[in-house]
T-cell receptor, first 113, second 113 residues
Framework: DQQVKQNSPSLSVQEGRISILNCDYT??????FLWYKKYPAEGPTFLIS?????DKNEDGRFTVFLNKSAKHLSLHIVPSQPGDSAVYFC????????????FGPGTRLSVLP | GAGVSQSPSNKVTEKGKDVELRCDPI?????LYWYRQSLGQGLEFLIY????????KSGLPSDRFSAERTGGSVSTLTIQRTQQEDSAVYLC???????????FGPGTRLTVL
């Protein structure tokens, strides 16, 4: 059973609009979460993280929201740009110091010009 | 400086053969991770090295899988008697410590015929 779920395998958004990528988890012990972005033929690159002591973390066009009671987090990209087109992975761990991150299956975002 | 590198980028092998995958982490990074991504799946943690400590092998799927990290730098993931279900992209990541952002290599695509 997947502990980290990304129920939308793909998402298409118009350039300039907001992209919202969702992630749900089942393990209540998770309290550190990350988003990675992956282009074809490249390894994932770290995007943004959030720990359970916060419900929002913002970095430029990227904001991650965490709802611990719902075991849900989301990544907002605004405004979306064509270069944001990639696969986005959500990952969770029991702590920032945990090495055993559990990754979701990814959501492929396409930003249309 | 150079990022994480992996070799080979692609490997095609016959069922039953052994394969070795290599990872060169970023210089000075003490933590090294191996993951694999099967088609349509998220990243699956395999093994973690931290400095001179005993590695965390909890993610290795079977005893056909093993990994070494020589001199605290280069790591080799070995898969013995490969099976078709071993076909996946194998990703290596390194970080300055277990608390820091992981930087991923481009991966090795393994195809077992």
């Amino acid at each position: 059973d997947q502990q980290v779920k990304q129920n939308s395998p793909s998402l298409s958004v118009q350039e300039g609009r907001i992209s919202i990528l969702n992630c749900d988890y089942t393990n209540s012990m998770f309290d550190y979460f990350l988003w990675y972005k992956k282009y074809p033929a490249e390894g994932p690159t770290f995007l943004i993280s959030i720990s359970s002591i916060k419900d929002k973390n913002e970095d430029g066009r990227f904001t991650v929201f965490l709802n611990k009671s719902a075991k849900h987090l989301s990544l907002h990209i605004v405004p979306s740009q064509p270069g944001d087109s990639a696969v986005y992975f959500c990952a969770a761990s029991g702590s920032r110091y945990g090495q055993n991150f559990v990754f979701g299956p990814g959501t492929r975002l396409s930003v249309l010009p | 400086g150079a990022g994480v590198s992996q070799s080979p980028s692609n490997k095609v092998t016959e069922k039953g053969k052994d394969v070795e995958l290599r990872c060169d982490p970023i210089s000075g990074h003490t933590a090294l991770y191996w993951y694999r991504q099967s088609l349509g799946q998220g990243l699956e943690f395999l093994i973690y090295f931290q400095g001179n400590s005993a590695p965390d092998k909890s993610g290795l799927p079977s005893d056909r899988f093993s990994a070494e990290r020589t001199g605290g730098s280069v790591s080799t993931l070995t898969i013995q008697r490969t099976q078709q279900e071993d076909s996946a992209v194998y990703l290596c990541a390194s970080s300055q410590s277990s608390a820091d952002t992981q930087y991923f290599g481009p991966g090795t695509r393994l195809t077992v015929l």
